[in-house]
């Protein structure tokens, strides 16, 4: 195997890094120089100064400064109280946090029709699902639901087997969460229509996806 990185020297290096604001296990297959080179690279942004003062107007973050301020707390512990501080803020502010799920919202299709799994925005708007308002209730379940066919549409795109099929799995369980939780008569309606969308080769893994959900809520109804 080559260095995936220069791609001439045999890659001696074969190694799983937790990568990027949704902590995402990636393998490196790298040669000696190039592991040295970006290890080297990694270890310069632990410890570093922090980068930015707490802020000073939360309630009206936007979910591109939101997003920024975890992002370097992943890169550099010193800007964790940041974040930190920003979350603990947004619980006074429900409709600064329902506003931010809608641009969570946008900001996850983009990643989507790029064919990549937007975690932390999906996240962050399925966990937002309890400062919606009735108003904007309906706006909400239909976002939900165009997320969770994307990423049916994109898992069925990826050859089996293949590691990337888990990101989108677990993507489409909290989104399927949120949908339960907030709109049950549209989640048994989605439920319906993904089971013949799924691929037919992999059918038992929806299978298992809403058997553990349906777990995981039974469990909450009896704690």
């Known amino acids: 195997m080559l260095c995936e990185q220069c791609g001439k020297a045999e ?4 190694a799983s890094v937790v990568e990027g604001m949704a902590a995402v296990l990636t393998e490196k297959h790298l040669c000696d120089p190039c592991y040295g080179i970006e290890e080297s690279e990694r270890q310069k942004r632990y410890n570093l100064p922090a980068t930015k003062p707490l802020p000073t107007d939360v309630e009206h973050i936007t979910a591109s400064e939101y997003l920024q301020a975890h992002q370097l707390a992943v890169l550099n512990a010193v800007d964790k ?6 979350d ?13 799920a809608f641009e969570m919202f946008e ?10 799994a937007p975690m932390h925005e999906a996240g962050f ?21 165009k997320l969770i066919f994307r990423c049916c549409e994109l898992r069925n795109q990826v050859p089996l087997p293949a590691p990337r099929h888990e990101q ?4 489409l369980s909290l989104l399927l969460i ?13 439920v319906d229509a993904l089971k ?28």
């Open 178 to 190: 949120s949908l339960r939780d907030v709109g049950a008569d549209r989640y048994a309606a989605t």
């Open 196 to 223: 013949s969308q799924w691929r037919k080769a992999d059918s038992d893994r929806l299978e298992d996806i809403l058997s553990e959900l349906e777990k995981a809520a039974m469990t909450r109804l009896n704690s």
């Open 88 to 100: 603990k803020e947004l619980e006074r502010f429900p409709r600064t946090r329902e506003r931010l």
């Open 107 to 116: 900001l996850a299709w983009e990643i989507l029709a790029r064919g990549e």
């Open 125 to 145: 708007a399925g966990c937002a699902r309890r400062d919606i308002t009735p108003e904007r209730l309906p706006e909400y379940l239909k976002w939900l639901e």
């Open 168 to 171: 989108f799995v677990f993507l």
């Open 11 to 14: 890659a001696t290096v074969h």
């Open 81 to 86: 109280p940041a974040a930190q501080y920003v």
